[in-house]
């Protein structure tokens, strides 16, 4: 097989990016090694920067999202026997924030691959990027039992952190920067009302997010300890729990239900540097990942392909590769800025082990500065509002 572009990975840094690069008429192939069902079905993000939102509405993914998609100004933060802020990115930035779940984003771009009968090959097995250090790149894997190559002009690596892109790249050209979190957050999904607002909360308990996919479909966090299993939780715990680190009038709003999803993730920080080998570029969380606690990690990867398909357009439009010999500068500066924004905000609402009583008034301390000074409520909103993109 032949094409321009081949992608690896079928998550929404992969479709996303086959979609834009299709508007620029850009032919790829994505390889994706699970079944489109299981990439359909996995719950993630939530939350999306109106800058992203907008992209995904030049990208012609903006229907759905317009109509079930639900816009708001901020989120707010609670700790425990404190008054209550607003992250108000409305009044501070001009600019919404919306919550419209990843299924919906994943299923809109299988929608649209779809319409445009777009090459999408899912079950490819052992995936490997070849030649990507000459201008010959090419890619094999199996499918079927069957042996396959893609020829192509360029490799485009999205496929999550535990993908084969970035592990191809030789570790004399590429470093890591990492942090791990000595805690995961267990998510639940819940035909129950949601809350009216996004609520962070810090407690001695541990941290907590209220969030939601739809008017019925709310999406609940807590903090919990490394080596926690799904089995600790039973419903009645999860609930239990999640009401003790609310403050009572936000407790007595939280509907509870049966839970329909119930997941583990662990919280870590890692950035790669730079997110490119050669003719191998890396987009999404293939090049990076951060805590979800920002609520970044899709927003960067839809940020990565907008960047990554600009450069790949002026480069067969115009001839021209200041776009991609740019690419990983200009990506990382924004990937820098939501890693440190994430890693900021981790450590603001989280509890952990072995935090002494004096790190435990510095964050209350921090708490109460952010709940008053109109200054630094104005840092925080733009931060979580997203950086604007260079060059827009
Ligand atoms: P994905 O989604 O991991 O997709 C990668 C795809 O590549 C495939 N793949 C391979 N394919 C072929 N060959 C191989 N060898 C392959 N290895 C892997 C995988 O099967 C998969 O389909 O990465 P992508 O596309 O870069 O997208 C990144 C986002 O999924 C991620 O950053 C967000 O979900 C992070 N995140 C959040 N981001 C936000 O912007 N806002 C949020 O509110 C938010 N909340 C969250 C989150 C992530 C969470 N978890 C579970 C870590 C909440 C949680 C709980
Ligand atoms: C979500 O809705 O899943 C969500 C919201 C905010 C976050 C993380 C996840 O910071």
Known sequence: MQTQVVIIGGGPAGMLFAEMLHQAGIDSIVLEQRT?????????????????????????LGARLDREGHPHHGSMIAWAGRSRF?????????????????????????DAADRRNARFIDEALDVRPMDAATDHPYVTFNKNGEAFRIDCDFIAGCDGFHGVSRASIPLSAIKFFEKDYPFGWLGVLSETPRLPDVVYANHPRGFALASGRNPMLSRYYVQVPMGDRIEDWPDERFWTELKARYPKEIA????????????????????????????LFLAGDAAHIVPPTGAKGLNLAISDVFYLSRALTTHYRDGTDAGLDGYSS??????????????????LLHRFPGMSDFDQRAQESELDYLSVSVHAQASIAEQYAGMPLEGT
């Open 86 to 110: 607003f992250i108000d990115t409305w009044k501070h930035t001009g600019r919404r924030m919306t919550t419209y779940g990843q299924t919906e984003i994943q299923q809109d771009l299988f």
């Open 252 to 279: 007595d709003a939280i509907v509870t239900g049966p839970t329909i999803e119930k997941s583990i993730a662990p919280l870590r920080s890692f950035v790669a540097e730079p997110m490119h080998y050669g003719r």
């Open 330 to 347: 200009t990506a990382l500066r924004r990937v820098w800025s939501a890693a440190r924004f994430s890693w900021w905000m981790t450590q």
């Open 36 to 60: 489109r069902e299981y990439v359909q079905g996995r719950i993630r993000a939530g939350l999306l920067e109106e800058g992203s939102v907008h992209l995904l509405r030049a990208t012609g």
